[in-house]
C-alpha cells in the first residue's frame, strides 16, 4: 500500500508509526485509517519489528474522524457511515491482535476516534497538556473506534457513562487517576519517555508478551474456567520459547538475559 499520511520509522526493534495530517490535528480520512491499520497488519510479520509507538505529528494526536470527509462541502456525495467505522473497526483489530506491544505516545488532543484508537493501544504515555474527548455525542454519533468496548472495562460504567453522555475534555492526569492510561510525562519528554518504554519492550521476550497480549483480549470476556484452561494452554507455548530458556538459564548464571524475541 502506498502510504502518504502515516510516517513509518523501525530503529531499534521500535516500528514508530506518526499521523502526519497535523494541519487537521492529525483527524482520520480513509486512507489513514487504512495505512495505519495496514502498517498494524505488516508489523506482525516483521520479525525485525518488536514493538509499536504510535503518535501524531504537530500539536495534536488525532481529533478523530476528518468531518470534512464525512460532509464534505464541494458537494460531493457523503460516504456511507458504516464504511468509514468499518476502516476503524478493521484498526482495532489489527491492533488487538498484533502479538507485539503498541504504545501510544498522546502528544496532544486525542478526541472521537482518535482517544479510543489511543485506549486500544498497550500502554498510553500522554503529555501533560494531552486530553481526551469523547466528541461523538456533540455530532449526535455514539462513540465507535471500540469506545463502548474499552472505555468501561478501564474506568468502570458510570465514568464511562458519564464520558460518553458528556463528550467533556478530561485531562491526561484526571485520565491517568481514573485509570484510562498508564502514565503521564511533561510534554518535551514525552517522546524520550515513550520511546524509552518501547525500546525496552522491544528487548523483552516478544513471543511471550504476544502470547500474554492474547490471554488479557481472551480476558475480557472469558469465565475464569475458560481463562485458567488458556493460560495453561499458552504457558505451555511461552515454555517452549528459546526466550524462556534464556530467561532460566540467565538467572541461575546470575546475569542479565538476552531475549531474541521468539
Ligand atoms: O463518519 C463518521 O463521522 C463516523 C466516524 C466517527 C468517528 C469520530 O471520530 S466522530 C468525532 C469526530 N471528531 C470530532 O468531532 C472532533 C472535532 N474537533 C474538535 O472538536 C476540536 O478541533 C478539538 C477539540 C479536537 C481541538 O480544538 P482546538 O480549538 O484545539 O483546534 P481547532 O481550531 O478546533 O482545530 C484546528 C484545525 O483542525 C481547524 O482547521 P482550521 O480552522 O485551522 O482550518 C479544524 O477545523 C481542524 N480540525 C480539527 N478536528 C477536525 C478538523 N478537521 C476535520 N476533522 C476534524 N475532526
Redesign the pocket.
Known amino acids: 500500500m502506498e502510504y502518504r499520511h502515516v510516517l513509518r520509522e523501525l530503529d531499534a526493534g521500535v516500528l514508530t508509526l506518526t499521523l502526519n495530517r497535523p ?3 492529525n ?1 482520520c480520512n480513509r486512507q489513514m485509517t487504512a495505512e495505519l491499520g495496514d502498517a498494524c497488519t505488516a508489523a506482525a510479520a516483521a520479525d525485525a519489528v518488536r514493538a509499536v509507538l504510535i503518535t501524531g505529528a504537530g500539536r ?1 494526536f488525532c ?6 470527509e ?1 460532509v464534505p462541502s464541494d458537494g460531493s456525495p457523503v ?1 456511507d ?1 458504516g464504511a ?2 468499518e476502516g ?1 473497526n478493521q484498526l482495532i483489530l489489527a491492533i488487538r491482535h498484533l502479538e507485539k506491544p503498541v504504545v501510544a505516545a498522546v502528544n496532544g ?1 486525542a ?4 482517544a479510543n484508537l489511543a485506549l486500544a493501544c498497550d500502554i498510553v504515555i500522554a503529555a501533560e497538556q494531552a486530553s481526551f ?1 469523547q ?2 455525542v ?2 449526535g ?1 455514539i462513540p ?2 471500540g469506545g463502548t468496548f474499552f472505555l468501561p472495562r478501564l474506568v468502570g460504567l458510570a465514568r464511562a457513562t458519564s464520558l460518553a453522555m458528556l463528550g467533556d ?1 478530561i485531562s491526561a492526569p484526571q485520565a491517568k487517576e481514573w485509570g484510562m492510561i498508564h502514565e503521564v510525562v511533561a510534554g518535551d519528554l514525552l517522546m524520550d519517555a515513550a520511546g524509552g518504554l518501547a525500546r525496552r519492550l522491544a528487548t523483552q521476550p516478544t513471543r511471550g508478551l504476544g502470547l500474554t497480549k492474547r490471554a488479557l483480549n481472551a480476558s475480557l470476556a472469558n469465565d475464569i474456567e475458560t481463562q485458567l484452561k488458556l493460560e495453561a494452554e499458552l504457558q505451555r507455548e511461552a515454555g517452549h520459547t528459546a526466550d524462556h530458556k534464556e530467561g532460566v538459564r540467565a538467572f541461575q548464571e546470575k546475569r542479565a538475559p538476552t531475549f531474541v524475541g521468539r
Open positions: 494541519e487537521v490535528l483527524s495534536a481529533a478523530g474522524q476528518d468531518l470534512a464525512a460516504p457511515i468509514i467505522v476503524y488532543v478526541a472521537g476516534a482518535g474527548i466528541a461523538f456533540k455530532i454519533l465507535d473506534t475534555k
